[in-house]
């Protein structure tokens, strides 16, 4: 097989690999994916410094993650569905980032459940909440996430109402994938994804599935989910969930510096600078380019994360520059697994800590905390001359 060197590589192997309702659900955003487009080409227009003749020994790209040791400042974002991107995704994801000294976050809309991961693996995880209107079953899969203990609880506060993605419906996304005739064709042609489903059981939302009232099979998931999501979630909400969870929390999904100070108050040990992808709100700005206006409003109270457009280790260390404190990769390490499974999500982990210390060292570097805006060259319009209307 031709050498992985970036992840693009691993992402054309995931499209071959993967029937193309997963595939399409990674790689898509909302409506006319402005936003899910510029996540990624925003990056492009910020340069680097370079310093050179300064000594690049003793390199060094770790740094903590909300008091946690970590390789380098990267975590595995929550991704629903995982577990059809490959099967088992959910568990193998899990011990890849446990074997890399990265975290790892299961999404509540996993296809392995809680228990599975736990059961998989020695670390603790993150477990990523979405605040559903029946709320026992809210505080039951809190409870279930300390019993796992989970070392960290990331709340999603940016899908009270589900943004339209039209590949999704096109294909009729589904999991387990509906049998039409266009998807039994194209599921054919996929022989190691097919092999690997044969040999699971785990093929269903298995956090809700047996857990929710009146949830026992698929036949009655699609219903309960459609009507679940909270559109009244609020501020107020984080009270009784810090409450019940008692471990950090982090809020992700903020975009706004105005909301980034309600997260503050809120006593959130961290915020993520999200737009989920660009799979919510099309024509928001770029992560990329509501981090910088966020650090300064909020930076020396919280800490930053960021999340939104990564596909190599010169993205993490531009993130970082600008005063992140974290960073969370999506689609980079799901190309991985789709394409080669555990082994895909290491390679994945392994292009970008290999392009993060070579680009870390060329900005005349050594470690990664010390790196700020002082390494980039930003344009003067990066953050842009808006202008809100009255």
């Known amino acids: 097989m031709t050498p992985i060197t970036n992840i693009y590589d691993l992402k054309a192997l995931h499209k071959k690999r993967t029937p193309k309702m997963f595939y399409d659900y990674a790689e898509s955003g909302s409506w006319s994916e402005q936003t899910f487009r510029d996540n990624v080409d925003d990056f492009g227009k910020i340069r680097l410094r370079q310093k050179v003749a300064v000594d690049m020994s003793n390199r060094s790209t770790?740094?903590?993650?909300?008091?946690?040791?970590?390789?380098?400042?990267?975590?595995?974002?929550?991704?629903?569905?995982?577990?059809?991107?490959?099967?088992?995704?959910?568990?193998?994801?899990?011990?890849?980032?446990?074997?890399?000294?990265?975290?790892?976050?299961?999404?509540?809309?996993?296809?392995?459940?809680?228990?599975?991961?736990?059961?998989?693996?020695?670390?603790?995880?993150?477990?990523?909440?979405?605040?559903?209107?029946?709320?026992?079953?809210?505080?039951?899969?809190?409870?279930?996430?300390?019993?796992?203990?989970?070392?960290?609880?990331?709340?999603?506060?940016?899908?009270?109402?589900?943004?339209?993605r039209h590949k999704d419906i096109k294909n009729g996304l589904s999991a387990p994938p509906k049998p039409t005739l266009a998807n039994l064709i194209n599921t054919a042609t996929k022989f190691r994804w097919v092999k690997s489903y044969l040999g699971t059981s785990r093929r269903e939302f298995r956090n809700i599935v047996g857990h929710a009232k009146n949830v026992t099979d698929m036949a009655n998931l699609g219903a309960w989910t459609a009507e679940q999501f909270d559109p009244k979630l609020n501020w107020d909400d984080v009270a009784w969930i810090k409450e019940r969870w008692g471990g950090p929390l982090i809020l992700k999904g903020i975009l706004d510096t105005e909301d980034a100070k309600r997260a503050v108050q809120t006593g959130a040990d961290a915020l993520i600078v999200s737009n989920h992808g660009g799979r919510q709100l099309d024509g928001a700005l770029s992560s990329i380019r509501m981090l910088p206006d966020i650090v300064d409003a909020v930076g020396d109270e919280i800490e930053v994360h960021f999340d939104g457009g990564i596909r190599s280790g010169q993205d993490v260390l531009k993130a970082i520059s600008m005063g992140a404190k974290g960073t969370m990769i999506g689609r980079a390490f799901v190309h991985g697994l789709g394409a080669m499974g555990k082994d895909g999500v290491t390679e994945a982990l392994n292009v970008i800590h290999k392009e993060l210390d070579t680009t870390m060292a060329l900005c005349g570097e050594r470690e990664l905390k010390s790196m700020d805006r002082s390494n980039l060259l930003i344009p003067h319009d990066f953050r842009g001359q808006w202008e809100a209307g009255n």
């Open 62 to 164: 770790e740094m903590p993650m909300l008091g946690q040791p970590a390789t380098m400042p990267v975590s595995l974002a929550p991704i629903g569905m995982l577990g059809m991107q490959h099967p088992d995704g959910e568990i193998l994801a899990a011990q890849a980032a446990e074997a890399f000294g990265v975290p790892f976050t299961l999404s509540t809309m996993s296809i392995c459940s809680i228990e599975d991961v736990a059961e998989h693996t020695t670390k603790p995880f993150w477990f990523q909440l979405y605040v559903m209107k029946d709320r026992d079953f809210i505080e039951r899969l809190i409870d279930r996430a300390k019993a796992a203990k989970c070392s960290a609880l990331v709340l999603t506060y940016d899908l009270q109402i589900l943004g339209q």
